[in-house]
């Protein structure tokens, strides 16, 4: 399995690991990031969550290789608060997201997530999960196509994809990801074909909706802040605008001081706003060169000040 982390060092580096500390990769993948945090764990604990039972395979194998210190949890990220809970854990010292789709899954055409290999229409993190592409492109109504790939892929010719899915529908069910993306670029000006995959922000809008992407990272995000002890690090790795947007939103909310306390000379520690936000960081030429996949990354850390 060839998978390069992305942002890995500066990642790893944001956390501030202590070797005692209690840690949490919420995006487990391939076990790049999580490898990194158990080599410097000697009696903390790593926790990792990831609902792909492909990579918690190749994970549990990779990350026995480096210490038992470590429990995969085979669950979506957004109930993180109750499966530490669960296990007794009340705060942590560290958590971090990668919110990209790890290479193998790409690579893998059988997982329906490229536009460039053909395979059945699937796109699911979670296999156990009813809802994939297939559903989508073929029972959604216009109306919610195209607010999903207008949305969720920020794509301008989304009404006349949409449009073009369901007429080709109607003739016969798509049943393949090279069937869609072939009805995706006849339906797209030549012009648009020049500058891009037309499929590439379609595809995009797709798997968000089947692994409801978005709508569970604002809960996840505001319950690992919850969960972190006080100097404890989030790191959240984001690979387009939407995403983005939504960890900026939740860390600047969860940063905001007073209006009352904006001109004093120093601010008590109770008062301190929770979150102290980092500067966000993005891959070096290097990296972008050495992995495309890349470029898209941002990396935002916050810092827990105090505790609400």
Avoid at 99 to 113: E, N, T
Avoid at 154 to 160: D, G, H, I, P
């Amino acid at each position: 399995m060839k998978h390069i982390s992305v942002l890995l060092e500066e990642t790893i580096n944001s956390l501030n690991i202590k070797e005692d500390g209690i840690y949490v990769d919420c995006t487990l993948g391939y076990a790049g990031h999580s490898s990194a945090i158990l080599k410097r764990l000697k009696k903390g604990k790593l926790y990792a969550f990831d609902q792909d039972d492909e990579a918690r395979k190749f994970s549990e194998n990779a990350l026995n290789k480096i210490g038992s210190n470590f429990e995969i949890i085979p669950t979506n990220f957004v109930n993180l608060k109750e499966e530490l809970l669960k296990r007794g854990v009340k705060e942590i010292d560290g958590i971090m997201f990668d919110l990209g789709v790890s290479s193998p899954q790409l690579d893998d055409a059988s997982r329906g997530f490229s536009f460039h290999e053909d395979a059945k229409l699937d796109m699911r993190m979670d296999r156990t999960s009813k809802l994939s592409a297939y559903e989508v492109v073929n029972e959604y109504s216009y109306e919610d196509l195209l607010q999903i790939i207008k949305k969720y892929g920020e794509e301008k010719y989304a009404s006349l994809i949409a449009k073009a899915i369901i007429k080709n529908r109607e003739k016969r069910k798509i049943e393949t990801t090279l069937e869609l993306s072939d009805i995706i670029s006849e339906a797209v000006p030549a012009k648009y074909k020049r500058l891009t995959h037309p499929a590439r922000r379609t595809f995009q809008a797709i798997r968000i909706e089947v692994n409801k992407e978005l709508s569970i990272l604002p809960k996840a995000l505001n319950d690992a802040i919850d969960m972190l002890k006080v100097d404890g690090r989030i790191a959240v790795i984001t690979f387009h605008s939407l995403e983005d947007k939504i960890c900026k939103d939740v860390f600047v909310s969860r940063a905001k001081e007073s209006d009352a306390l904006k001109n004093l000379p120093s601010i008590p520690d109770e008062l301190k706003p929770e979150l102290k936000l980092l500067k966000k960081i993005k891959p070096s030429k290097k990296e972008v060169e050495e992995n495309k996949r890349s470029r898209s990354a941002t990396l935002r850390i916050a810092i827990k000040e105090r505790k609400m």
